[in-house]
């Protein structure tokens, strides 16, 4: 809400609550000043008329000035540090919304100090009644501008205003709408019929009258005001909520006061910020191990397993970095590194398999673990040729080597440090491979394991066999193919 906007609310609430208020009280004074009370009469003289119409006028520009520099106040002024509270809101308005009845009883009282008891009895019965209903009705009509102020002015929770709960308001609601008008209407009865300051042959049926209009009327505008100062925050939760769901977890909701409502709202807010580190974690977890397994992971779909299992392996290897670092400049050789590895990243992740490790200028991508596959050496294969494709187009050389068979798949390390990781001969032979690849014509070489366990046949089509060869390290001869010119 706008300081200007924030400013006409709140000023115009105070000051209509307050000639509201006033308006009822002088209707009830009117009518039981006619009849009913012996020597009442007197309150309707002409000065007394003309004090009253001179102290709503005053009281009327006084509460919008208050009502203004409290605004003033909280629009100047920075949310208080978390060590200090910021200003009593609640306190400072009903000061404010006092000063025009302690005005009326300085004035009224020593006016009418000839006028007897049952005059002075009926003029503090007035102001009081004027008071306690001034303060409510002002909380009521000021709420949603209240609350903005009390935002401005709150640093967090803990040092937010304590107001009262949905117990206490409702319970606010029924002193002002039955209890008050009921006892007042309950003491006319009673005073009448035992000739207490009222004459036992009075009429008191218009008395009555303006006290049941008044339950009738401030009942009204109570339960309107009293419900929405309930269902407003139970609503703003509803909706952050429905924003939360469509993806916005960074929605926050403005705490404003210490009661059951505002431990809702905080405990709105905590939950997004759980979410929001949730999703963190979930994002680093991804970086590590994929997107879909940290999903699964975190939805507890499937837990990271540790087992042996058939899976297919890629193995990608720069050729000429070291002299890449030596003719480029450190951000353009940052450039190269960062293209290479997006693309690695992005045809990899495209056919559902993990970058396992980033070796310096070398990555090695598993297709089967920790996530099942119906068919990982096809993705593998299919994976090789896509990245062939799209590294012909960058300043560099490189060799890659697929192949496939049992590994073992699983956590690697001590019991608070280790990573996940494959294990077995499968990833040596695809290294190998990759060193191999950077001397032949299309710069990828797969095993004859890798094409056998390929379930594609469409697939297999892409790849020739070229015979086999004892690799460097090994001791056995590979079945080597590569993709078709």
Not at 126 to 153: D, E, K
Not at 350 to 370: C, E, H, M, T, Y
Not at 381 to 391: D, F, I, K, S
């Amino acid at each position: 809400m706008r300081p200007r906007s924030l400013l006409v609310r709140y000023a115009a609430g105070l000051t209509f609550a307050y000639l509201l208020t006033a308006a009822e009280v002088v209707a009830i004074v009117v009518s039981v000043s006619g009849e009913a009370i012996i020597g009442a009469q007197a309150v309707l003289s002409g000065k007394n008329l003309m004090a009253m119409v001179a102290i709503v006028i005053v009281a009327t520009f006084a509460v919008t000035a208050g009502g203004v520099a409290l605004v003033a106040r909280a629009a100047h002024q920075p949310s208080a540090p978390p060590q200090r509270k910021g200003p009593n809101f609640t306190r400072r308005q009903s000061v404010t919304l006092l000063l025009p009845w302690i005005l009326a009883a300085a004035v009224l009282i020593p006016l009418n100090a000839d006028g007897g008891v049952r005059v002075q009895i009926l003029l503090i019965s007035a102001v009081i009644f004027g008071a306690t209903a001034t303060v409510c009705t002002g909380f009521l009509f000021t709420q949603s501008a209240l609350r903005s102020l009390m935002v401005l002015a709150t640093a967090d929770f803990e040092h937010a205003e304590r107001a009262p709960g949905v117990r206490a308001r409702l319970f606010l609601m029924w002193t002002m709408c039955s209890a008050l008008p009921g006892a007042g209407i309950v003491l006319l009865v009673v005073m009448r019929a035992n000739g207490w300051i009222i004459q036992s042959d009075a009429a008191i049926e218009v008395p009555v009258m303006v006290l049941a209009l008044v339950a009738l009327l401030l009942g009204l505008r109570a339960v309107i005001l009293v419900s929405s100062s309930i269902s407003d925050p139970v609503h703003g939760v509803v909706d952050a909520m429905a924003e939360v769901e469509r993806g916005h977890i960074d929605h926050k909701i403005d705490v404003y006061e210490r009661s059951e409502l505002g431990e809702l709202q905080i405990g709105f807010n905590r939950m997004v910020a759980g979410l929001r580190e949730r999703e963190r974690l979930r994002d680093l977890f991804g970086r590590h191990v994929g997107t879909e397994v940290a999903r699964r992971a975190v939805e507890g779909i499937e837990s990271v397993p540790e087992d042996e299992r058939d899976v297919a392996v890629l193995f990608i290897d720069l050729v000429g970095s070291t002299q890449l670092a030596t003719t480029r400049e450190p951000h353009q050789v940052a450039k190269v590194l960062n293209e290479f590895f997006r693309i690695v990243v992005a045809e990899v992740d495209q056919r559902d398999g993990l970058i396992n490790k980033f070796q310096g200028d070398a990555s090695l991508a598993v297709f089967g673990a920790p996530l099942r596959m119906p068919d990982p050496a096809a993705a593998a294969l299919a994976t090789a040729r896509a990245l062939a494709a799209e590294l012909r187009r960058l300043p560099l050389d490189f060799g890659i080597g697929i192949s496939a068979g049992p590994v073992f798949a699983g956590n690697i390390g001590a019991e608070n440090r280790y990573e996940y990781t494959v294990v077995g001969d499968v990833v040596n032979e695809a290294a190998r491979l990759a060193d191999r690849a950077k001397e032949s014509d299309g710069r990828v070489l797969c095993s004859g394991a890798a094409i056998d366990r390929a379930e594609d046949d469409t697939e297999r089509r892409h790849w020739v066999a070229h015979g086999s060869e004892v690799l460097r390290g090994r001791s056995e001869p590979t079945q080597i193919s590569a993709p078709t010119p």
